[in-house]
């Protein structure tokens, strides 16, 4: 029997700027990756419904103008929440990168602790007061289950963001006690994040957020010091494979 190509939704617009590198990247890995609009989603939520991966990509939605991700997180919250926690209910996945991860976190997708949808934590300017572009290495917690994280180790991988400081004052030792921590910053700390935390899933492992861009590394010529040294990993394309592997049909 043939393999269906899972389909996932790549939101773009208003500010998105990063969906063709996120679609490409699980093009890559024998998805099939759509474009949606983020207005189309909020006039017809039920449209989600089609696909296996929902992806929130990287950039300034809405100009960050009231904090990055927050107007994004407002619209989700009035009119397509429901369908994302019916998407994840269903058994689906979900990403965010960058912008989306700050989106999933203050929409309260992440790290959804006890259920609720409220926020429950936040990614606030870097303790250093600037933007960051840099490479930086990464290692996967192990114990988390996700299925977004199967074999990733240890990889390097671009950041670029100003407010990429992950906080959760109240919640942290849950976090990190409960295995929903991701990823964490390894060789240093580049935006003052509590427990070094890069990246974090909610309790089903299911949804998963990170700073990295994971997308901006597809092959190792993608690496600054490619033709120089040998890498742990050529590129970060296994955590799309995973969820390719996860949601795919016989």
């Known amino acids: 029997m043939s393999r269906l190509k899972p389909l996932v ?3 773009s617009g208003n500010g998105i700027n990063a969906d063709r590198e996120l679609a490409r990247a699980f093009g890559y890995v024998g998805a099939d990756a759509r474009h949606e609009h983020v207005q189309d989603v909020f006039r017809n939520p039920a449209l989600l419904d089609r696909y296996s991966i929902l992806a929130f990509p990287g950039g300034f939605s809405y100009g960050d103008h009231l904090g990055s991700g927050q107007v994004l997180a407002a619209l989700f919250a009035h009119g397509s929440e429901s369908a994302i926690e019916r998407f994840v209910e269903s058994g689906k996945l979900v990403l965010g990168v960058c912008n989306g991860f700050q989106v999933l976190t203050k929409l309260g997708a992440l790290p959804n602790l006890g259920g609720g949808r409220h926020r429950q934590a936040s990614l606030v300017h870097n303790s250093g007061g600037t933007f960051v572009d840099a490479w930086v290495t990464i290692k996967t917690n192990d114990s988390n289950p996700s ?10 991988v671009p950041i670029r963001h100003g407010e ?33 935390i890069a990246g974090i899933t909610d309790p089903t492992g299911r949804i998963l957020g990170m700073m990295p ?22 590129n970060a394309l296994e955590i799309f494979r995973n969820a390719v592997n996860y949601s795919g049909v016989i």
């Open 147 to 156: 299925p977004w994280l199967t074999g990733l180790g240890e990889f390097d």
């Open 9 to 11: 939704c790549v939101l």
């Open 164 to 196: 990429g400081r992950f906080v959760a004052p109240e919640l942290i030792d849950r976090i990190v006690g409960e295995n929903h921590v991701a990823f964490t910053y390894t060789g240093g700390n580049p935006n003052g994040s509590e427990r070094n």
């Open 213 to 234: 861009h994971p997308e901006a590394f597809l092959y190792r010529e993608n690496h600054p010091r490619w033709s120089r040294e040998t890498l742990a990993r050529e």
